[in-house]
């Protein structure tokens, strides 16, 4: 599985951005997949995730403010992200996986494919 994100930018605080992620291969439609981002000196985090089965998770920062949703036919996942605010800065990644578990769904080190990262910038 090969994944390429985009949609990055540089926004005004309460803007919005539409970030995707767009895969190739077969599985897609099984594949777990997720937003992570990173900021500068800060570890990389969970931003929010979709399942196969297209339930969705959040994490408390960005719940009510950003959607996650999936489209299959075209092998792509969608960030929508509202009110943004200056602590949204960061490079943003997507992430997925066939296996992975509920349980795990939010820890980084557990998604075995990566697309390159796009960067996020709101100033205030």
């Known amino acids: 599985v090969q994944l390429q994100a985009s949609g990055g930018g540089l926004v005004q605080a309460g803007g919005s951005l539409r970030l995707s992620c767009a895969a190739s291969?077969?599985?897609?439609?099984?594949?777990?997949v997720a937003w992570f981002r990173q900021a500068p000196g800060k570890e990389r985090e969970f931003v929010a995730a979709?399942?196969?089965?297209?339930?969705?998770h959040y994490a408390d920062s960005v719940k009510g403010r950003f959607t996650i949703s999936r489209d299959n036919a075209k092998s792509t996942v969608t960030l929508l992200m509202n009110s943004l605010k200056p602590e949204d800065t960061a490079v943003y990644y997507c992430?997925?996986?066939?296996?992975?578990?509920?349980?795990?769904?939010?820890?980084?080190?557990?998604?075995?494919?990566w697309g390159q990262g796009t960067l996020v910038t709101v100033s205030s």
């Open positions: 979709i399942r196969y089965s297209s339930s969705t």
């Open positions: 992430a997925a996986d066939l296996s992975i578990i509920l349980s795990s769904i939010r820890m980084y080190r557990q998604y075995e494919y």
């Open positions: 291969g077969r599985t897609f439609s099984r594949q777990t």
